[in-house]
């Protein structure tokens, strides 16, 4: 049962704009009249809606988070793999200090911060200078894809970033390293690797070896203990540089059946990795 409101309070709330039609009434709309002229006012809309429980479009019972792909660019496109680069080493490799990024799931030393990487493709050509002219002729010799340099940050902050940095280290040392002696087959070269990131026609599974591998252990920073899965403890910098020089390496067969409109088209370098 409601109660007849008095003259002032109806004053009062007319006063906001707010009609009276019953106490209940009444109070309800003078209520929401104030808030919409404080929305109005502050711009706090999103706030006040939070505060009331009040979801945002597309909220529900269910708040699980989903896993979503990963955006990438200031274009919010989506890719379907992870365009960070990173380089693909083969199983065998990752064994002892390494382990730890087949244990992370990446099978590859993936660069925490975006690196600069260096690709120079030229065109080879015979300069031919005849006596008495003015101007050399240039015979065409040949195409080629000079080594990719990669310079790249890698930091430790925490155990996790100090396993990672030391399971990549070790993995691009071994990787430099031909099965000699008493290893499973041994003569075999350095094995192919795999450039991979930023999507299917930049990087992708671009065959490569790694002809160089350099890293620094600065003097002015701190050293954090890692702890391999293997239990061998291991100091590494809380912050290191590396630079690393891949090879192409396409298999002569690939080579052979190079067609320039397939490279024209993009096919050669969503199914071959050429670039």
Do not use: W
């Not at 699980?64 to 955006?71: A, D, L, S």
């Not at 591998?213 to 920073?221: G, K, M, P, Q």
Request: net charge neutral; charged share 15%; proline share 6%.
């Amino acid at each position: 049962m409601t109660t007849p409101k008095s003259k002032n309070e109806e004053s009062a709330i007319r006063s906001f704009g707010a009609t009276v039609d019953s106490v209940g009434d009444g109070l309800t709309n003078f209520g929401n009249k104030l808030k919409d002229n404080f929305i109005a006012g502050t711009g706090l809309g999103r706030s006040i809606s939070r505060l009331q429980g009040i979801l945002n479009p597309g909220g529900g019972g269910n708040t699980r988070q989903v896993q979503r792909t990963q955006f990438f660019g200031i274009t919010n496109q989506r890719y379907e793999k992870d365009p960070r680069v990173k380089i693909k080493i083969p199983a065998q490799y990752l064994q002892g200090p390494s382990k730890h990024l087949a244990d992370v799931g990446d099978n590859a030393v993936v660069f925490p911060y975006t690196p600069q990487i260096v690709v120079q493709t030229r065109a080879n050509y015979n300069a031919l200078t005849p006596t008495h002219s003015n101007y050399a002729f240039y015979a065409y010799q040949n195409s080629q894809l000079d080594a990719i340099s990669i310079v790249g940050t890698f930091t430790a902050q925490n155990l996790n970033d100090a396993n990672y940095m030391m399971a990549s280290i070790h993995a691009l040392r071994a990787v430099t390293k031909m099965n000699f002696g008493g290893s499973t087959d041994p003569g075999a070269p350095p094995p192919v690797c795999r450039l991979d990131g930023y999507g299917t026609y930049q990087f992708n599974d671009l065959p490569v070896v790694i002809s160089s591998f350099f890293y620094t252990l600065n003097e002015d920073v701190d050293y954090l203990t890692a702890t391999p899965s293997f239990g061998k403890k291991t100091a590494v910098p809380t912050r290191a540089e590396f630079t690393i020089e891949c090879l192409p390496a396409f298999s002569r067969r690939d080579q052979a059946s190079f067609s320039i409109d397939q490279f024209i088209s993009g096919d050669l370098t969503d199914t071959k990795g050429m670039i």
